[in-house]
């Protein structure tokens, strides 16, 4: 069974290009999660999603950043104008609340640059 | 949800147990126990949950003292593989709206040949 797929896997941008990061959830679960990790402030939730729709978005940082969940098995977190303080590794991950809600599965992140 | 406290680094040989403690002392009745772990340059990788009763899976045995105050996640015999970041996470088992899994600075275990 494949797990939760990102692309980019590595993505390198010039400071106000617009960034789009994708990802294909586990089939089957009905959460879907954006984090980001940083060194200076490790692993944050940005937004979750609930069969398809979206929960909790009170970790996104600001109206640059904007996520969506078309259907079950696609979402893209968009950063519109990019910035360098947003390079970080950002990882979707995905969840059945059937095998406890707090057990997440993740992928193996996007990691950003932004120059 | 309720504050943990682990320590910042471990060291263990590779192919001796490895005992990573948490502190939990402000548990409530219903929180569980989570541990992730995050391997370099991977996304975090679930291990093992609890309530209350030690639970043992393939990869690893989680020990909860009776108060429910403290943990320990026991890898058995650690391998250079499992050098990496160890998340010890307390949270409601519950859905609802509320699926915010917090994860701190966690403990770097570092298995050495």
């Known amino acids: 069974d494949a797990g939760v797929i990102q692309s980019p896997r590595h993505e390198v941008t010039e400071m106000g290009q617009e960034v789009t990061l994708r990802c294909k959830p586990i089939?089957?679960?009905?959460?879907l999660f954006w984090y980001r990790q940083t060194m200076m402030r490790g692993l944050e939730l940005l937004i979750y999603f609930n069969n398809n729709v979206p929960i909790d978005d009170s970790g996104m940082p600001e109206d640059r950043f904007s996520a969506k969940m078309p259907n079950a098995s696609f979402s893209t977190l968009k950063i519109q104008p990019s910035e360098p303080r947003d390079s970080a590794v950002y990882f979707c991950?995905?969840?059945?609340?059937?095998?406890?809600?707090?057990?997440?599965?993740f992928g193996e992140g996007s990691w950003l640059t932004v120059v | 949800d309720a504050k943990t406290t682990q320590p910042t680094s471990m060291d263990c040989a590779e192919g001796r147990a490895a005992n990573l403690p948490c502190n939990h002392s402000?548990?409530?009745?219903?929180?569980?126990v989570y541990w992730y772990r995050q391997i370099h340059s991977q996304g975090p990788q679930y291990i093992i949950h609890?309530?209350?009763n030690n639970e043992t899976n393939e990869m690893a045995s989680l020990i909860i003292t009776e108060d429910r105050k403290s943990s320990t996640l026991i890898l058995p015999h650690a391998t250079l593989r499992d050098t990496a970041v160890y998340y010890c996470?307390?949270?409601?088992?519950?859905?609802?709206?509320?699926?915010?899994?917090?994860f701190g600075k966690g403990t770097l275990l570092t298995v050495n040949p």
């Open positions: 609890g309530l209350k």
């Open positions: 991950a995905s969840s059945l609340p059937g095998l406890g809600v707090n057990t997440i599965y």
């Open positions: 089939s089957g679960h009905d959460y």
């Open positions: 402000t548990i409530s009745g219903n929180e569980y």
């Open positions: 996470i307390v949270r409601f088992n519950s859905g609802g709206s509320n699926y915010k899994l917090t």
